[in-house]
Structure formats: C-alpha cells, structure tokens
C-alpha cells in the first residue's frame, strides 16, 4: 500500500532553513499531484506548494519566495526546501499525494498523506 514518511522537521531561529523530505513508497500512478501543506492548533490546514507530474508548481502567497518544493522520480522522494523562516511558520508539515494531476482540483485533499513532521520557528 501507499506510504508516505516525512522527515527534516525541527526547531530553527527565525530567519533560518530547514529541508523537509517524503519519501513516497509504493505509489503506482505516473501522472500525480503532490504537495505539502501545514496546520497549526487552532488554525485552519494551508497547502504550502504543490507540484504535478508535469513539474508544474505553485505556492501559498505566505511562502512564495521562501519555499521551495522539487520532487524527485528516481528515489521517489519529495522535498520542501523552506528559508527565512518565520514564526507563523510554526506548525506541523504533512506531504501529499493524489493520483489526480491536476492539483487545483485535488486543493488539499490529497488521497494520501504522512504523518506529519513539526516546525518550530523562534522568534
């Protein structure tokens, strides 16, 4: 079955980097979206970037800039590459995946996701 395991989270300073990686296993489809989103407590779910099997991305308005989102096929690996850093930054990160390309209709509702790994931006 498909899983989805997340790592690079942390605690950083503001103004710092942090790379976040997915490793997608046994995912079958080759036309995909992908992406990673965030949540906060109390805090709506934000889908941070997203890109498709066409490498088409797109990002937040609050991350554009800063973020950087690559995935790789050969190691089947997809990466957030986040920099300056900000508290609101601060939240538990999740990546993504669907079977459906088109990212603008999977929106976050990805049909698989991790389990999460935790960003802690201090001021």
């Known amino acids: 079955q498909v899983q989805l395991v997340e790592s690079g989270g942390g605690s950083v300073e503001a103004g710092g980097s942090l790379t976040l990686s997915c490793e997608v296993q046994?995912?079958?489809?080759?036309?995909?979206?992908m992406g990673w989103f965030r949540q906060a407590p109390g805090n709506e779910r934000e889908v941070v970037a997203t890109i498709d099997s066409d490498g088409t991305t797109t990002y937040a308005d609050t991350v554009k800039g800063r973020f950087s989102i690559s995935h790789d096929n050969a190691k089947n690996t997809l990466t957030l590459s986040m920099s300056s850093l900000k508290p609101e930054d601060t939240a538990m990160y999740y990546c993504?995946?669907?079977?459906?390309?088109?990212?603008?209709?999977?929106?976050?509702?990805?049909?698989?996701r991790g389990q999460g790994t935790q960003v802690t931006v201090s001021s």
């Open positions: 993504g995946a669907d079977s459906h390309w088109e990212c603008a209709v999977v929106g976050g509702s990805f049909g698989f």
């Open positions: 046994r995912f079958p489809y080759t036309g995909y979206c």
